[in-house]
């Protein structure tokens, strides 16, 4: 069975910094491409970044190039966001996704395994 599991999550001021880490076990993670999306009350799901299985190739929303990174240690099998210069419209609840194959892919429906999600909010 395959687990998902975000940590990292909390409450931080606006221009500060937060990573958030996810943690997966139950598949041969290094086989993977894996994604970060977030969702608010209301709105649809998106997705902020996504990064290939090997971690070569990696995708980012618009709304965060320049100030997310994501990353990824296969020895771990963990996933990482860096997230600065926060903003209140980050305040989200993010979730971590694995998907079904090893190519970087923003769409949601490529992805087949899904973290409970933490959540992050950003104080103006």
């Known amino acids: 069975q395959v687990r998902l599991g975000e940590s990292g999550g909390g409450l931080v001021q606006a221009g500060d910094s937060l990573t958030l880490s996810c943690e997966a076990s139950g598949r041969i993670f290094s086989n993977y491409a894996m994604g970060w999306f977030r969702q608010t009350p209301g709105k649809e799901r998106e997705v902020v970044a996504a990064?290939?299985?090997?971690?070569?190739?990696?995708y980012y929303a618009e709304s965060v190039k320049g100030r997310f990174t994501i990353s990824r240690d296969n020895t771990k099998n963990t996933v990482y966001l860096q997230m600065s210069s926060l903003k209140s419209e980050d305040t989200a609840v993010y979730s971590c996704?694995?998907?079904?194959?090893?190519?970087?892919?923003?769409?949601?429906?490529?992805?087949?395994?899904w973290g409970q999600g933490t959540q992050v909010t950003v104080s103006s």
């Open positions: 990064i290939s299985s090997k971690g070569v190739s990696t």
């Open positions: 996704a694995m998907a079904r194959g090893s190519y970087t892919t923003y769409v949601a429906s490529a992805y087949n395994y």
